[in-house]
Nanobody, 114 residues
Framework: VQLQASGGGLVQAGGSLSISCVVT????????VGWFRQAPGKEREFVAS????????YYADSVKGRFTISRDNAKNTLYLQMNSLKSDDTAVYYC????????WGQGTQVTVSS
């Protein structure tokens, strides 16, 4: 199983960014997915998760109302739409399969300039 994240970059505070993650190596979409992030000097933290159908979604309080997780099972792709970005959102963002995660992507850097 491989997870390939992409779409990170530099954005100004208040701006928006969308990152995605392609999952390969699985024969079905019957798995949960999630996004985590790790800022410099801090531990990796949960950001958002979605069930296999996308019907059950959870967000960390710090991103609730600003971030939206979604998935397209036909494309085996997971998305994270990030709006109203803050400097505190600066981190490496990792996609993961299942909770607790059993597979991790390589991470994509998101930097929010103030």
């Amino acid at each position: 199983v491989q997870l390939q994240a992409s779409g990170g970059g530099l954005v100004q505070a208040g701006g928006s960014l969308s990152i995605s993650c392609v999952v390969t190596g699985l024969s079905s979409s019957d798995y949960g997915v999630g996004w985590f992030r790790q800022a410099p000097g801090k531990e990796r933290e949960f950001v958002a998760s979605a069930s296999w159908s996308g019907a059950t979604i959870y967000y960390a309080d710090s991103v609730k109302g600003r971030f939206t997780i979604s998935r397209d099972n036909a494309k085996n792709t997971l998305y994270l739409q990030m709006n109203s970005l803050k400097s505190d959102d600066t981190a490496v963002y990792y996609c993961a399969r299942d909770s607790p995660p059993v597979n991790w992507g390589q991470g994509t850097q998101v930097t929010v300039s103030s």
